[in-house]
């Protein structure tokens, strides 16, 4: 238990720093903050999932990405959202595209973001766009997009876009 | 099963919850002028129409708790060094 609690201390103080120091990059980089938070989730995302089980099926990678997760010790939980006017949880673009809503409830970023009252949607949230993108790439092979649609203080909706 | 009430004497119609929901929780009743809560099901539990209501008429029951990261000292003045 006492290692537990130590290793939660340490995650936290580390996310906070990191919060910190992204709220500080982001004036003095602008953009750039992004790309390179984008980049290194991506790389995250691939090293993680390189022994990941291959499919072609959404849901299927989706599981496997959170299984990626879990195993890490990443404080990233996320659940598929089907509003109730919708059928199905994928729905596909005229373009060919499939998508799916995703909920985040835990989010290491957010819970050491509001700690200290910085904004979301910054670059570290980037990071999580990227995370998702090397990852799912590795999965599926597909290029894959994870667009913030709402950032709340409870959690988070986002739209997964994976290209054809 | 998560809970969504609007407290109906608190409401003064000003639509905020309306424009904040990202999952189209609300509906404006044009009768008695006031929002109302219409499809609790779509409901993620992010709490924005909570904070964002001026009146405070949102409350919600039953939904995960997020607590945000808090602060240890001890940890906090190792990390002094590099900052």
């Known amino acids: ?164 | 099963m998560l809970e969504m009430t609007i407290h109906e004497n608190s409401c003064r119609g000003c639509q905020l919850c309306l424009d904040v929901c990202p999952t189209d929780c609300f509906v404006f009743d044009e009768q008695t002028q006031k929002a109302r809560v219409a499809v609790v099901e779509n409901c993620i539990a992010c709490l924005s129409c909570a904070y964002i209501c001026p009146s405070m008429a949102i409350r919600h029951k039953d939904y995960h708790q997020v607590k945000n990261f808090y602060r240890n000292i001890e940890f906090s003045s190792r990390m002094e060094k590099f900052l």
């Open chain 1, 1 to 164: 238990m006492d290692e537990i609690l130590k290793k939660r201390r340490t995650l936290q103080e580390t996310m906070n720093f990191m919060a910190a120091l992204s709220a500080g990059i982001e004036p003095i980089l602008g953009r750039g903050a992004n790309s390179m938070t984008m980049s290194a989730g991506r790389n995250l995302g691939r090293k993680f999932s390189a022994g990941a089980k291959p499919t072609q099926d959404l849901m299927e990678a989706i599981d496997e990405v959170r299984n990626i997760l879990v195993a890490n010790n990443c404080l990233w939980g996320f659940e598929p959202f089907k509003p109730q006017q919708q059928n199905d949880f994928i729905t596909s673009t005229p373009e060919g595209d499939q998508q799916l809503l995703l909920v985040f409830r835990d989010c290491m970023i957010r819970q050491a973001l509001l700690r200290f009252g910085h904004l979301q949607q910054g670059s570290l949230c980037n990071m999580m766009y990227g995370f998702f993108a090397g990852a799912l790439e590795s999965i599926m092979g597909r290029k894959t997009t994870l667009e913030i649609k709402h950032a709340g203080e409870n959690s988070c909706l986002k739209l997964l876009t994976v290209k054809k």
